[in-house]
């Protein structure tokens, strides 16, 4: 039995290529599509599967040698850092790669000394926010794409670009490079890039008389498959997460939005400004008109979508109650980490879900595919805000180590890709293709990514007034057209500086 | 010693002018009451006067807060004016109002029922007394579990007891959220209450009692009459400390719901946290904190009357 | 007549308490029942009412000092007794003068001080979380858990103070009066006539205090960064992650963070009735 269905796969791809380029859509990553000999060696314009599988593989690096052009490795130094490192929930391969990376830093800068923290996902932006303002902040910090821009533009990052720890701007995707820029000028370097893709359950297809290799093309299908699985089997079609001042929603609500021709400002343009707000454009309009159709009209998605985040979806989609959720690749390693520690019946279920799950790409709308350009940045703090005096030299050092292919590609292992182009190329991109089965899919949709608009002001919009409207269509407490006014309003208040 | 507070009983009664040097009379009690006082000062001091300092800015979340701008009594009008505010306001009213009834008539329920000489008394009251003393965490997440929409057991009985075809949507329905996290508050908190109204019970004199019962007084009579009059005092306290507990609480609102579904259980404390954290509008944020104080503060006075009322009987 | 009455009385009563204790029990026992069951488990509707295969990989997870999970979660522990037994202790320090103070003594202002020390109850701790750590940061405290020591000792004292007081309000001072007579300095009086007969108000207030400490999650949750340092209710979220919710594994967490304040507060709770009976209560 195939696990994916390539062919369909395939021309799904040449067709989205197609349209994107008819529609100008490769404008909104610019550079896409031209560098067919970067300094990285990649051709980003011709990003298939068959390409990434290519290219993995055919260069060697020698991180030790790089990093000794950007800070000599005899340099003493001490370092603070913090970061959301690996967890009592991450599989075990997450938690060996993290300590293989600080006895390889160690053995590079034996003279540094470092201090870390391992922050908690959902904790850590608050703490650095506090940090920052109370002059505790570390040296150095890494964290989601999406956070960056408003320490800059408080003034609580150094100016740090890659040229600076030795790497050319084009060894990085474009998309990545515009969310640290902040008035033009660049406060962080891109570590990795995340995409997610549809997860199904192919036994629950089944059951539900619906093809188990073939996701829902678009998010229309996407409505119907849902409540055919909901009145078929009585189990969830949809893992819709709805949950108020989460950044889980906006990542699974946006790219149905984006899909539909909606946007909250305009950053699914070629050259966004960031200026107009578009919440209450038709297709956002049109986007939560589908989520209500699941919700309300269907019961089709978990009745607890208004509080869960993505979390409480994981559960019930490997015990096979649930029949599709937006997710990352690690998902799959999770699962397999649980099929091995799994014993007598849980195993038996947990090898059932394994050899049921499907990936493929997130359904397209109207307007285009899309999904979240995620990912993270590495930052160096201001001097003025860090806790102590900044090692300039022991950061550079350190962010010159981890943003090289080698450590991008392997820090990145389970769920994300090498910010470093280059990391593409190497060994250890090969040996992931080869072990991470589904891992080509969040590849291929790194050209559908549209980053979140990089302006300080996106953390309130994506984490509070798009939840928001979400939650006030999906209570009836208003209309999907009232709902997408007063959030469309909420945003344009924002935008005053108010 | 007790020669010192009678003499100093004596000079308030004979009202001796200078309290400076009175002041320095006394600069030995002062010892005592500093520690308490200083580190007191210390913790709230400095914080009161950056919340009332920092009310009068706006802190937009993409300047440092170096960078604010004095904008007067602005914010104040802006949250006054927002449609938000009643919403949260009354959501607040009910929260507090709803919890702090419904602890306090379990409470001083449980209370008589448990004031009464019994095997296995003192356990039951022990058992009681269990969601009192865990953490408001662990509650939070014990009955998000139990109130799951989609795999909670509160739900799935009461299907299976035949009560509804599907189960009961509690946290993810604006109709129903707030009561749900308000009966999470009160199984909380009502064995405070409880142990509060058993302390006062114990006071009530057993003769009254006995001879009332002998007049052939009823249950209710004996409890209306009798009982009420001598927990005046312990219910004050106790109402007032609940209200004062229910204004200020965060944990259970925030784990539960974060104030959603479509702001159906935001309430101040929770509004103000999203302001100062999620919204990183500490100039806003700060003139919001200074609007609950003034509340807080009007019920301070009957607060502080409460629990000092022995006090003004003794040298009042 | 009358007995029959309160027969009918007494049917409600035993009613109203089994009614009461289900409610308050029910919920510990689904805790219970669900973190002894699997995550597949954990996640079927309908509910599996008792666990089909009893399993204790959660306590023995969490309490195992061979994997990383087990380490931080008894290190939690750890922390969470420390800071609450330091802020118990100090809290006590402070109370029983300033209480015996409040008491005995007529300085000037002290009216004033004393319903200010209540008020601190009417604050927020929302409100004061960021001022606080600026002051915290000021004092270069921020990350130590002497931060917390220092912000939980304020919570305890307005109700310590106030329950101490009535005690002291309730001895005669002639008893003090007596023991100097015989020779004992103010200080010995104290320790050897007052302190024996409040006792049960220090256990009942040291009590109070404790469970204070030891279920605070917000101050915590901001203060602190270093993993080593943190306590037990912000070590609980740390199983709500990015990616998972192990039921589960949080309600063993919530079972295990319950049973030290429980079991203290059964041990200990005749104390504490007393206490409000005497100090707070009695006029």
Not at chain 1, 59 to 71: F, G, H, N, R
Not at chain 1, 286 to 306: G, K, W
Not at chain 1, 463 to 473: F, G, R, S, T
Request: include cysteine; proline fraction near 5%.
């Amino acid at each position: 039995m195939p696990l994916f269905d390539d062919a369909r796969f395939l021309m799904d791809r040449r067709q989205l290529l197609g349209t994107a380029a008819a529609a100008g859509f490769a404008g909104s990553l610019p550079g896409m599509a031209r560098a067919a000999a970067s300094p990285s060696g990649l051709d980003t314009s011709n990003w298939t599967p068959e390409y990434i599988g290519g290219i993995a593989g055919t260069l060697d690096v020698d991180t030790t040698a790089e990093c000794a052009k950007v800070v000599p490795l005899s340099t003493k130094g001490h370092l603070t850092y913090w970061y959301v490192g690996p967890n009592q929930a991450s599989p075990d391969i997450d938690h060996k790669i993290d300590a293989e990376f600080w006895v390889a830093f160690a053995k590079t800068y034996p003279n540094i000394t470092v201090e870390r923290q391992n922050l908690d996902y959902n904790q850590m932006l608050n703490k650095v926010r506090t940090a920052a303002l109370g002059n505790a902040a570390p040296m150095v910090a890494k964290f989601p794409i999406l956070w960056g821009v408003e320490f800059a533009a408080k003034g609580q990052l150094s100016q740090l670009k890659p040229e600076d720890v030795g790497y050319p701007v084009d060894e990085f995707w474009p998309g990545a490079l515009k969310s640290v820029m902040w008035k033009g000028k660049s406060y962080g370097v891109p570590t990795n890039n995340e995409t997610m893709g549809l997860i199904w359950n192919a036994a629950l297809f089944q059951a539900a008389g619906l093809d188990p290799e073939k996701p829902p093309a678009t998010w229309d299908d996407l409505v119907v498959y849902s409540k055919q699985i909901k009145d078929k089997t009585g189990k969830n079609g949809y893992g819709m997460v709805a949950r108020t001042n989460a950044g889980n929603t906006p990542f699974r609500f946006m790219p149905q939005l984006w899909a539909y021709g909606g946007e909250a400002f305009d950053e699914a343009e070629a050259n966004p400004t960031y200026k107009t707000v578009n919440l209450n454009n038709s297709g956002s309009k049109a986007a939560l008109q589908a989520s209500y159709d699941m919700y309300v009209r269907d019961r089709s998605v978990p009745m607890s979508a208004l509080t869960n985040t993505q979390n409480e979806n994981q559960d019930p989609f490997i015990s096979g109650q649930l029949g599709m959720m937006i997710s990352h690749p690690l998902e799959y390693s999770v699962m397999l980490d649980r099929t091995a520690k799994a014993t007598g019946d849980d195993k038996k279920i947990a090898e059932g879900v394994v050899a049921n799950m499907r990936y493929g790409l997130v359904p397209k709308g109207p307007a285009r595919r899309a999904v979240v350009f995620g990912g993270s940045n590495v930052h160096i703090f201001d001097p003025k805000v860090v806790d102590g005096k900044l090692d300039m030299e022991a950061a550079r050092a350190f962010v010159a180590f981890s943003t090289g292919p080698e450590w991008s590609t392997k820090l990145a292992w389970t769920n994300s890709n090498p910010g470093n182009l280059r990391g593409f190329r190497t060994k250890w991109m090969k040996e992931r293709l080869a072990t991470i089965k589904f891992l080509n899919v969040t590849t291929s949709m790194l050209p559908s990514g549209i980053p979140f608009p990089v302006i300080p002001e996106t953390s309130e919009v994506m984490n509070i007034i798009v939840p928001d409207m979400l939650q006030n269509v999906l209570t009836k407490k208003m209309t999907v057209s009232a709902a997408a006014d007063d959030a469309a309003k909420k945003a344009k208040v924002l935008l005053s500086g108010l | 010693m007790s020669g010192t507070a009678a003499a100093s009983r004596k000079r308030l009664v004979s009202r001796e002018p200078g309290v400076l040097a009175r002041m320095v009379r006394h600069r030995a009690d002062y010892l005592y009451v500093a520690p308490a006082l200083g580190v007191m000062l210390l913790v709230i001091g400095y914080p009161i006067y950056d919340t009332i300092y920092l009310s009068f800015f706006n802190t937009p979340p993409s300047l440092a807060l170096e960078d604010k701008t004095f904008v007067g009594v602005d914010n104040y009008i802006r949250i006054l004016t927002s449609d938000a505010f009643l919403e949260v306001t009354v959501n607040t009213l009910i929260w507090t109002a709803f919890s702090t009834f419904f602890a306090f008539v379990l409470g001083l329920g449980a209370a008589l029922a448990l004031d009464k000489q019994f095997v296995g008394r003192g356990l039951l009251r022990g058992i009681l007394l269990i969601p009192y003393v865990i953490s408001a965490v662990a509650a939070a997440y014990i009955w998000r579990w139990l109130y799951h929409t989609d795999f909670g057991v509160i739900g799935a009985i009461a299907v299976a007891a035949g009560l509804t075809d599907r189960p009961i949507n509690f946290l993810d329905n604006t109709e129903t959220s707030l009561g749900s996290l308000i009966v999470v508050n009160v199984w909380k908190e009502f064995s405070f209450a409880m142990i509060m109204m058993l302390a006062g019970l114990q006071t009530v004199p057993e003769q009254l009692h006995r001879a009332a019962q002998v007049d052939g007084a009823g249950v209710f009579q004996r409890f209306w009459h009798i009982t009420m009059p001598h927990l005046k005092g312990v219910t004050l306290v106790t109402v007032l400390l609940l209200l004062v507990s229910n204004l200020n609480s965060f944990t259970i609102p925030w784990i539960m719901t974060a104030g959603g579904p479509a702001g159906s259980t935001d309430i101040w404390i929770t509004a103000i946290y999203q302001l100062a954290f999620e919204r990183i509008r500490f100039g806003i944020s700060s003139a919001y904190s200074v609007i609950v104080f003034i509340v807080m503060m009007s019920m301070g006075y009957f607060y502080v009357r409460a629990l000092t009322r022995r006090d003004g009987a003794r040298y009042g | 007549m009358k007995s029959r009455g309160s027969r009918g009385w007494g049917i409600v009563r035993v009613a109203f308490l089994a009614v009461l204790t289900l409610f308050t029990l029910l919920p510990m026992v689904w805790m219970l029942l669900t973190s002894l069951k699997t995550q597949f488990a954990a996640s079927q509707y309908p509910p599996e009412w008792w666990p089909k295969n009893v399993t204790f990989e959660q306590y023995s997870l969490l309490l195992s000092p061979a994997t990383e999970t087990g380490r931080d979660f008894l290190r939690y522990m750890f922390n969470s007794v420390w800071v609450s037994l330091a802020s118990t202790v100090l809290g006590v320090i402070v109370a029983v003068p300033a209480a015996y103070a409040f008491s005995r003594f007529r300085f000037p202002g002290r009216q004033l001080l004393f319903y200010s020390v209540l008020l601190r109850n009417m604050f927020p701790a929302v409100v004061f979380l960021m001022p606080l750590f600026i002051l915290m940061r000021w004092l270069h405290l921020v990350n130590t858990e002497f931060s917390l020591i220092l912000t939980y000792l304020t919570f305890g004292l307005p109700l310590s103070i106030w329950l101490l007081k009535g005690f002291y309000d309730n001895i005669p001072a002639q008893l003090e009066q007596a023991a100097r007579m015989d020779g004992a300095t103010r200080f010995q009086a104290f320790f050897q006539i007052v302190m024996p007969l409040s006792s049960p108000g220090i256990i009942a207030t040291a009590i109070y205090s404790f469970i204070l400490a030891w279920n605070e999650y917000l101050y915590a949750l901001v203060f602190l960064n270093d993993k080593s340092k943190l306590t037990l209710p912000v070590g609980l979220q740390r199983f709500f992650t990015e990616y998972t919710t192990n039921w589960p594994g949080l309600m063993a967490a919530s079972f295990i963070t319950s049973v030290p304040v429980v079991v203290l507060f059964l041990i200990l709770q005749k104390y504490f009735v007393r206490a409000l009976t005497e100090g707070a209560v009695k006029a």
